[in-house]
């Protein structure tokens, strides 16, 4: 079905072609440049390969494909046909733990850095999926949500009422 419910980002992926997480749907939408329906991958549900709240997704250099997906409070990786190749993380507050992953940017290093809303932090992972670090600025950061990274390696971060950048 070509039927999007709640669609939250949208990216354009190392092939050319638009992918859209289609929340509503626990899915992704893949269109060409012109909005046309080429296929999707995913479905609403619990456990590996399925998608309970996907939120945002960015790709690395080898164009998989890591989407945040935030009642299962995880990044679950899938190749750019939609196969699923493992996840990262696992709710909980501690260091190296996911709560309610959000926003999600990948740097030219392999670094990927994923909004926690849930725990008002940024996360820093390896596409390797080692947990690497996190940082916040305290209540300064409330419900962190859209990340990008500038060529630079400047870090923006959208929360509730504005934008830091590291």
Sequence with gaps: ST????????????????????RGNGRIVILNKKLEYLYSFGSAGYGLGSLQDPWDLAFDENGFIYITDRRQHCIQIFTNTGAFR???????????????????????????????????RVSIFHTSSEFLECFSIGLGMVNPCGITIDADGFIYVSSAETVHVF
């Design 3 to 22: 039927h999007l419910q709640q669609p939250s980002s949208v990216k354009i992926g190392p092939n050319g072609k638009l992918y859209v997480v289609d």
């Design 86 to 120: 493992g996840k990262i993380g696992n709710q909980g507050q501690q260091k190296g733990k996911l709560n309610n992953p959000a926003g999600i940017a990948i740097d030219r290093f392999g670094k990927i850095y994923v909004c926690e809303s849930g725990n008002h």
